[in-house]
């Protein structure tokens, strides 16, 4: 297990989004019992967390990925399966037009949805996938300007959608915050549909948290 967390964090990562990085801010206790209101949790997930990525000059935005979804925490080496999902199988991204606290906060909340769903502790809802919607309850930087209330998961098509490790793949899910009217029209058309418009109009792959409705 500390090869494969070795290789994601210390080959995998650098080599797709770059060297200069800060964290890892990993999930406390209280992100399960206040947030999400569960009495009980497996001390593991408090390994797990996220990195800020400087920009690069490829890259203009500031990037942040969680880490730790992809650990093999419940299978020996010799249960690796390359062509299986590694333990909850994705690892979720976001980038932002500047330094953006709020993205870690945001993403270590979905980070422990995610982990909390894979673990049946939200009934039957699926695990987060593309093309899911979420609502954020609140201004995505905490700010009452910003229109951004909402974030969309989408399949990457600028850095490998895909990743593979010893222990077995995972899936990148890039998350980028949309508006009420961005969201509502995701649900009717799809949100590959919505992907498509922002795409065109600036608003992905980088959330900027002062943007205006495309729609």
């Known amino acids: 297990m500390e090869s494969v967390w070795e290789y994601r964090e210390e080959v995998l990562y650098p080599r797709l989004f770059g060297e200069r990085r800060t964290g890892i801010y990993v999930l406390d206790i209280e992100i399960f019992t206040e947030a999400f209101g569960q ?41 690796y399966d390359q062509d299986d999902y590694s333990w909850l199988g994705v690892e979720l991204v976001m980038e ?34 593309y093309g899911h919607r979420i609502p954020l309850g609140r201004p995505i930087d905490g700010s009452e300007s910003s229109e951004l209330r909402h974030v969309v998961l989408a399949e990457p098509t600028h850095y490998p959608a895909t990743a593979q490790l010893d222990s077995g793949k995972f899936d990148f899910l890039h998350a980028v915050g949309v508006t009420e009217a961005e969201r509502d029209y995701a649900k009717a058309h799809s949100t590959e549909a919505l992907i498509d418009i922002l795409a065109a109009k600036g608003g992905f792959p980088v959330t900027d948290p002062h943007r205006t409705s495309v729609l």
């Open 96 to 129: 932002t037009s500047e330094k953006s606290p709020w993205a870690i906060s945001i993403l270590r909340r979905l980070l422990a949805f995610h982990v909390l769903i894979c673990h049946d502790r939200f009934g039957d809802a699926p695990p987060l996938d």
């Open 39 to 79: 009495a009980t949790l497996d001390p593991c997930w408090l390994h797990l967390g996220v990195f800020e990525f400087e920009p690069t000059a490829e890259r203009g935005s500031w990037l942040y990925v969680t880490s730790g979804a992809s650990t093999p925490w419940d299978s020996e080496p010799s249960e």
